[in-house]
């Protein structure tokens, strides 16, 4: 109690001494301090706890300077339906309760914390916008949205979901037959099938289009895959992966639904990343590994299949970079409401003020693209240079706010342990994924001159 009673005085203290200096000699409670200390010695200890709940509870209400913390400053979420509404509320609760306590123990050990695939059951939202497949339903502006709430606590457990929903989810619903649709997705809607998407290669990450490595050959009712796949995230633990490979006898890329476990195909953990470290990215082998024709993607003939799912995939990672910015601003929006220096928060500096404004006026303009950008989706008139625009919008300023938010926390910025840092590394995935900045520029490049220059 003694320790209540020092904290008051020294508070009153400094208070005094604040605004002596600033020349406010006039300040009615100057005249009381010394009447207030002598008061505040003989209450009890108790009294004391509930004197400070009740002013910080009076001082919340009357200082409008602490406001609840809240992104989304053009509202955009009021463009949902309530039902709508009602579901991102969900995961938004969710996300607070189980998931934004554990991350930043699980990303400092690189670990998965199996327990969000429950978490993700309870939500029931995979497959949001899938005609056919069980579970709730929604617009893609809701999809863009809960992506970017989930991606607001944390960037890699959005990966996860996007990798299995949209990624793993997404190649069966756009280029699975209809008998694949029905065996694989309402298990995958559910979580008791978790996919992976193997796209990228350890020597062909941009030039997929062109040069996949990885091959496969039709021998008899099966085919044959082999090579080599890196970067697949949750590949050490998916039940289904996704793997694209180069027929030989016609040189198209084709899709297949692999079975992990199948003879021939091992996994590799991808140790060291200083980004999404939640995510399992993986190394994985393919040693002539077998696989029916009735696994093979039936709606999957060309490279062009494959883009369809990328531009879909697209749209999801620049709502996630909207909320990875937004989760780094909020964070330091309330840090510089406490920290202070020169015996005021650094809130109130003009210049950490401009930082604000800068990186607020930054999300509100991503948030624009990304609604616009879904409204279109859900019209049927998002193109591949729509989808590439917002992807290098949302990414490069996602990176340039997140960057800002460090700044902003002095020192402190790069503890882990202070949320910030873990948006800052996430970002730099975020703006290499689902096509780099320049492979994304490019084809909006292709789109504003008619001229292609990848090569
Ligand atoms: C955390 C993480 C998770 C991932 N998850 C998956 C996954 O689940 N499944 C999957 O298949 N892949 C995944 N990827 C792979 C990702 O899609 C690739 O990293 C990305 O496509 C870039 O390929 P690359 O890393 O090989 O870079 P490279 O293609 O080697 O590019 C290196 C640099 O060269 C530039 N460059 C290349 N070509 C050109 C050009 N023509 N003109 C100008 N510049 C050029 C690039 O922009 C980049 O700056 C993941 C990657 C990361 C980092």
């Not at 190649?171 to 694949?180: A, D, K, N, P, V």
């Not at 049927?380 to 625009?389: C, K, V």
Request: hydrophobic share 40%; aromatic share 6%.
């Amino acid at each position: 109690m003694t320790n209540a009673l020092t904290e008051i005085a020294e508070k009153l203290k400094l208070t005094i001494e604040a605004a002596e200096r600033r020349g406010r000699k006039d300040l009615k409670s100057l005249a009381t301090v010394p009447a207030l200390l002598s008061y505040l010695r003989e209450m009890s200890g108790d009294e004391v706890l509930l004197l400070i709940d009740h002013a910080r509870k009076i001082n919340k209400r009357r200082n409008p300077r602490i406001k609840a913390i809240n992104s989304d400053f053009y509202d955009v979420e009021s463009l949902l339906k309530p039902e709508e509404r009602a579901i991102l509320q969900e995961v938004r609760d969710i996300m607070k309760a189980e998931v934004a306590p554990i991350v930043t123990d699980y990303w400092m050990r690189g670990e998965f914390p199996r327990q969000i695939i429950d978490t993700f059951r309870k939500l029931d939202i995979c497959g949001l916008t899938y005609d056919g497949v069980g579970g709730k339903k929604g617009s893609h502006l809701l999809e863009g949205m809960v992506g970017e709430e989930i991606a607001r606590t944390d960037v890699s457990t959005c990966t996860f979901f996007g990798v299995h929903s949209q990624l793993a989810m997404g190649s069966i619903y756009l280029c699975g037959s209809e008998e694949q649709k029905a065996e694989f997705l309402p298990k995958m809607q559910r979580l008791d099938l978790i996919g992976a998407f193997a796209l990228t290669e350890p020597n062909v990450g941009s030039a997929a289009s062109l040069g996949l490595e990885t091959t496969c050959r039709r021998e008899g009712d099966d085919w044959v895959i082999s090579g080599e796949k890196k970067w697949i995230g949750n590949g050490t633990f998916a039940d289904v992966i996704i793997v694209w490979a180069k027929d030989v006898d016609d040189d198209q890329v084709k899709g297949f639904i692999v079975d992990r476990l199948t003879d021939g195909l091992v996994t590799e953990k991808i140790e060291d990343k200083m980004a999404l470290r939640i995510v399992q990215n993986a190394l994985i082998q393919f040693k002539d590994v077998r696989v029916p024709e009735s696994r093979r993607l039936q709606n999957a003939n060309n490279f062009k299949d494959t883009s369809a799912v990328l531009r879909m995939t697209r749209a999801g990672v620049a709502w996630q970079a909207v909320g990875c910015a937004r989760g780094a601003y909020e964070h330091v929006l309330q840090y510089t409401m406490e920290r202070k220096q020169f015996d005021r928060p650094i809130a109130g500096f003009q210049l950490v003020q401009d930082m604000l404004a800068q990186m607020l006026s930054q999300v509100t303009a991503m948030q624009a693209t990304v609604t616009r950008l879904s409204q279109l989706q859900d019209r049927g008139e998002m193109t591949d240079e729509r989808a590439s625009l917002a992807k290098v919008f949302c990414t490069v300023s996602c990176r340039q706010i997140t960057s800002m938010a460090r700044e902003l926390m002095g020192g402190n910025g790069i503890l882990i342990s202070n949320q910030v840092a873990r948006y800052l590394g996430d970002a730099e995935a975020l703006y290499s994924y689902e096509g780099t900045k320049q492979i994304n520029s490019l084809i909006l490049g292709r789109a504003i001159t008619g001229w292609s220059a990848f090569v």
